[in-house]
């Protein structure tokens, strides 16, 4: 499965802004009725995904995603839709390298609005641990032993990271 994703094509984004990120990792969503449903996030630009081609990103800059989103900010936000991509009965839950069908339901959760970059990033990326079973009522991790294992893998770079 590893060797499938290292071998699979991945054009350059435009920028970050115009790049859709799927979550891998399944999430057990339950509603007030006491019904279950899996489903992995997935966090589209408004507009579309936008590449560059091969000749295009052979001429970018080693940081040209980092040093174009500040530009176009200074501009416009970036705006994305926050969805969840459904399982459906069979469909593996506890395993980040299988992929779904993209014939499986979206349920649009809302929009993401991007205005700025803060500019104490580099001192919150130090100070900051991300956890990705911090959770709100209502959604729980799946038994997928990569997402579990997960939050023991951040705490040690946090810890490498205070240490720096």
Do not use: C, H
Not at 13 to 40: C, L, M
Not at 89 to 98: A, Q, R
Not at 110 to 129: Q, R, S
């Amino acid at each position: 499965a590893a060797l499938a994703f290292v071998q699979m094509p991945k054009p350059a984004p435009v920028s970050f802004a115009t790049e859709s990120f799927y979550g891998v990792n399944a999430f057990k969503f339950t509603n007030a009725k006491g019904e279950t449903q899996y489903g992995r996030y997935r966090i589209m630009p408004i507009n579309g995904a936008e590449f560059l081609t091969k000749e295009q990103a052979a001429k970018e800059a080693p940081n040209y995603l980092m040093d174009e989103l500040p530009v176009r900010l200074s501009k416009a936000p970036a705006k994305f839709k926050i969805a969840v991509q459904l399982a459906e009965k069979g469909d593996v839950v506890n395993d980040p390298t299988v992929v779904w069908p993209e014939t499986r339901k979206q349920v649009e959760l809302g929009t993401l609005i991007l205005e700025n970059i803060d500019a104490d990033g580099v001192k919150f990326e130090k100070a900051t641990m991300f956890n990705p079973l911090v959770l709100a009522d209502g959604i729980d991790a799946s038994d997928d032993p990569i997402l579990l294992a997960r939050p023991a893998a951040y705490a040690v770079s946090y810890g490498r990271r205070l240490g720096q």
